[in-house]
């Protein structure tokens, strides 16, 4: 019983390298999203999808790209990561139009951009 | 769009009770919702209370929901040590949107 698996769990990028944040949930679960959590800043919504083939912007959306070819997986890419882009990020998913059941995330991924 | 606000800290000594506020700017949130993240671990749902509802219970936890001034509380009695942790308060009417967190600190 997997969940929401997120991969890695601790990166380091140097400025202007890019890479791809892993997520993927074994739950069926038409609702994915991301998320990045700074000190003070709670989590904020990057991009989010409500089904295969359909995302979003969240509200902090610059610098980071998704696709959703599968309903199982949620990449995030950071095309050219900045030192502002170090956070911890965390994927969650959920069912649509059943917003009495709870969104399940990841363990969060910690990126340090130097 | 929406935006949830929290008071970013609260301590409070074992044994007392704990309330933890939140505000939010969308009339049409049709679901309000409490999570708890422990250190270097993701958020788990703790409770949810729907829009037209004005109060749950749920053992030691109590939600209030105040629609007219868009205003959510967490009431955690009895509280423990073990609840250390930070709360977040989140509202959907379709995204889900974060507060900043408030971090409870239960002394002994």
């Known amino acids: 019983n997997a969940g929401v698996t997120q991969t890695p769990k601790f990166q380091v990028l140097k400025t202007g390298q890019s890479m791809t944040l892993q997520c993927a949930q074994d739950?069926?679960?038409?609702?994915m999203s991301w998320y990045r959590q700074d000190p003070g800043m709670g989590l904020r919504l990057i991009h989010y999808?409500?089904?295969?083939?359909?995302?979003d912007q969240g509200e902090v959306p610059n610098g980071y790209n998704v696709s959703r070819s599968t309903t199982e997986d949620f990449p995030l890419r950071l095309l050219s990561a900045a030192p502002s882009q170090t956070s911890v990020y965390f994927c969650?998913?959920?069912?649509?139009?059943?917003?009495?059941?709870?969104?399940?995330f990841g363990q969060g991924t910690r990126l340090t951009v130097v | 769009g929406e935006d949830v606000e929290q008071s970013l800290f609260l301590s409070v000594r074992e044994g007392d009770s704990s309330v933890i506020n939140c505000t939010y700017t969308?009339?049409?949130?049709?679901?309000l919702y409490w999570y708890k993240q422990e250190p270097g671990a993701g958020l788990q749902l703790l409770t949810y209370?729907?829009?037209?509802?004005d109060m749950k219970q749920d053992q030691r936890l109590t939600v209030l929901l105040n629609k007219k001034d868009k205003h959510l509380s967490l009431r955690i009695a009895d509280t423990q040590t073990g609840d250390s942790a930070i709360y977040f308060c989140?509202?959907?009417?379709?995204?889900?949107?974060f507060g900043q967190g408030t971090e409870l600190s239960v002394k002994p």
């Open positions: 969650a998913s959920s069912y649509v139009g059943r917003m009495d059941t709870e969104a399940f």
């Open positions: 739950m069926n679960h038409e609702y």
């Open positions: 999808s409500v089904g295969a083939g359909i995302t």
């Open positions: 969308d009339s049409s949130s049709t679901y």
């Open positions: 209370i729907f829009s037209n509802m």
């Open positions: 989140a509202a959907t009417g379709g995204k889900l949107i």
